[in-house]
């Protein structure tokens, strides 16, 4: 029963075990940027301002539903319990569609696809009203896709590389695997679609359409790389490469300015202030959101990075799921990395780790420390070398610095320990009992001098000598 007069439903399959990736992972969760592969499509879909998603599932359909559920609220999961081939899966998947007028199928592994394309299908297949509408484009190596054949009556047949003559694999306008079907005709010819040649194609229902139900129109994509799919590791680092470029151009004309733009690597959800400045060869992913007048230096990697105003990041440094505060200065040479806060004015500087802390204020650690499972408060100083011994072998315990401290280089905080604000330790400090507000503490051996030490170990070493000789 259909819903509304145009109502449309979106199936986007993701099946499919992807042989050709080689790898145990299934191929729409495939790393692109950082997102899995279909991350993309969903967006594009969603972008064009599609609703009424369904996503087929079925190898390893756990991780894919696991995905879709934590990621995406609202888009419904159909399972494929084995996988016999496209048409198939839109079998499966026929009491979902049947509640539409007309069904959207793409395939998960078209990420580069665009909302714009999108749109205009459903609006050029909804205007000319034909059974199905699907998109071809011109590839330049059209191996592995299924050819467009032109027929004499106007209509169109689609064939798959295995089964082409030798003239047919010279075709080089090739099928997209996104098609529009009006429900009431894919439902005839479903049913129709077999096994008994190879496994069920989505594409015989296209013919069979043609065939039997009425017009099948084919929308060219002028774009070469829109509707590429994603079958390979290969074809995994091409749509990189073209996604990439295109999101570095889009925030270039918004104002990023990038130094070599080929060589900043930029996930689909980061997020630009005004006047951000990229070095080469940066690598900015994940939910990252950089302020105003903040810069990324060369060969930097930032994943889930809150960048105050005007902070700087100098390269190389790596840093992961933190927050860091306005006119903060970090690296180069630093690593901060499971939840780190770090406040305005702040200093991290070189062979510095940071791990799960919050570091107050104008907080400065200039170098070669490790600071772990710890909160350090405004304005301390903490000296090089210092580290917090956060695990004792069995679990990590934290340790927490006051404000205003002094800490003296070589500092060891066996935690879990605690220094108050305005205290201070002695360098080389082995630090195991809480420090009180405002103290010193020394905890070291004191240091003994003995006096004429080089003249007596010569002494030493002449009646050793002469000791020999005799
Ligand atoms: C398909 C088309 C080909 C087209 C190309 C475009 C067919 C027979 N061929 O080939 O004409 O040029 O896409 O990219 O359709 N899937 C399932 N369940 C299954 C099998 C596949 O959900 O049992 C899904 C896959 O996850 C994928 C989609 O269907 O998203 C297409 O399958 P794939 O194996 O990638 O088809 P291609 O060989 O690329
Ligand atoms: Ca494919």
Known sequence: MSENPQSLGVLVLAAGRGTRMRSDRPKVLQSLLEEPVIYYTLSAVRSAGLRNI???????????????????????????????????????????????????????????????????????????????????????????????????DGGVRIVEEDEAQEEELLIQEINAGVYLFDTEALSVVINEISNDEHEYYITDAVQLIGETEGDVSVIICDDKYELLGVNTPNDLAV????????????????????????????????????????????????RSS???????????????????????????????????????????????????????????GRFVEIKNSVLGDSAKVPHLSYIGDASVGKRTNVGAGTVTCNYDGVVKNRTEIGEDCFIGSDTMFVAPVSMGDGSSTAAGSVIT??????????????????????????????????????
């Open 290 to 348: 950089l302020s105003d007048g903040s810069r990324i230096g060369a060969h930097s990697t930032l994943r889930n990075v809150t960048l105050g105003a005007c902070a700087r990041v100098i390269g190389p440094s790596v840093i992961s799921d933190a927050v860091i505060g306005d006119g903060a200065e970090i690296g180069p040479f630093a690593f901060m990395r499971d939840g780190v806060s770090l406040g305005a004015g702040a200093k991290i």
């Open 433 to 470: 009992k809480d420090i009180p507000d405002g103290a010193l503490a020394i905890a070291r051996q004191r240091q003994t001098n003995i006096d004429n030490w080089r003249q007596r170990k010569s002494i030493a070493g002449d009646q050793a000598e002469k000791a020999e000789e005799n």
């Open 54 to 152: 369904a996503v087929l599932v079925g190898y390893r359909g756990e991780e894919v539903e696991e995905y879709i559920e934590g990621e995406w609220p609202g888009v419904e999961v159909i399972w494929q319990r084995e996988q016999l081939g496209a048409g198939h899966a839109v079998k499966v998947a026929e009491d979902w569609w049947k509640r539409y007028d007309n069904v959207l199928v793409l395939s998960g592994d078209v990420p580069l696809v665009r909302p714009e394309t999108l749109s205009s299908l459903v609006s050029r297949h909804l205007g000319s009203a034909p059974r199905c509408t699907l998109m071809s484009f011109m590839a330049d190596d059209p191996s592995g896709y299924g050819r467009i054949e032109r027929l004499a």
């Open 239 to 286: 749509t990189a490469k073209v996604l990439n470029k295109r999101i570095v151009r889009g925030h270039m004309l918004n104002g990023l300015k990038c130094m070599d733009p080929a060589s900043a690597w930029i996930g689909p959800m980061v997020e630009f202030g005004r006047d951000v400045f990229v070095e080469p060869g940066a690598q900015i992913w994940g």
